[in-house]
C-alpha cells in the first residue's frame, strides 16, 4: 500500500471486493472511460465493437478498439464493469457497487433550512 492509499488518508482503503477507492477515482478521472460507463448505463451488456461505434457516434470519441479495451481494462480492475466470455465475443455490464460505496462512505446531506 502507497502513502497515498494508506488508511490515514482514506479511512477506508478498500472497497467491497478488495477494490481501492482510488483505483475507482482514478478510473473516473478519464473522460473517455465516463463516457464507456454512460454507454453501459444507456445499454448494459454491450460487446467492444459496440462499445466503439457507440462512443464514436454519440460521443465524437474515435480512439481505437485496442484503446477501448484498455480503458475497460481500468474500468473493470476498479469493479466497475464485468466482462464475460460469449463463444469468441466479450460482453461488458456495468457494476455501481463502488459507486455505491463511496456514497455510504460520504452521504449527501442536505442543508438545513432557516425558519
Known amino acids: 500500500m502507497s502513502a497515498i492509499d494508506g488508511p490515514w488518508l482514506t479511512g477506508k482503503p478498500l472497497l467491497a471486493y478488495g477494490v481501492r477507492m482510488s483505483d475507482v477515482f482514478k478510473a473516473l ?5 465516463r463516457a464507456i460507463l454512460d454507454e453501459l448505463t ?7 465493437f459496440e462499445l466503439c461505434t457507440r462512443l464514436t457516434m454519440k460521443h465524437g470519441i ?5 484503446a477501448i479495451s484498455q480503458h475497460l481494462e481500468v474500468l473493470e480492475s476498479a469493479g466497475l464493469v464485468h ?13 455501481t457497487t463502488p459507486l455505491r460505496a463511496i456514497g455510504e462512505r460520504w452521504p449527501i446531506r442536505r442543508p438545513e433550512t432557516e425558519s
Do not use: I, N, V
Request: proline share 3%; hydrophobic share 10%.
Open 29 to 33: 478521472a478519464e473522460p473517455t472511460r
Open 42 to 48: 444507456d445499454r448494459d451488456d454491450q460487446t467492444l
Open 62 to 66: 474515435s480512439s481505437t478498439r485496442q
Open 83 to 95: 466482462s464475460r466470455r460469449e463463444g469468441r465475443t466479450k460482453r461488458h455490464s456495468l457494476d
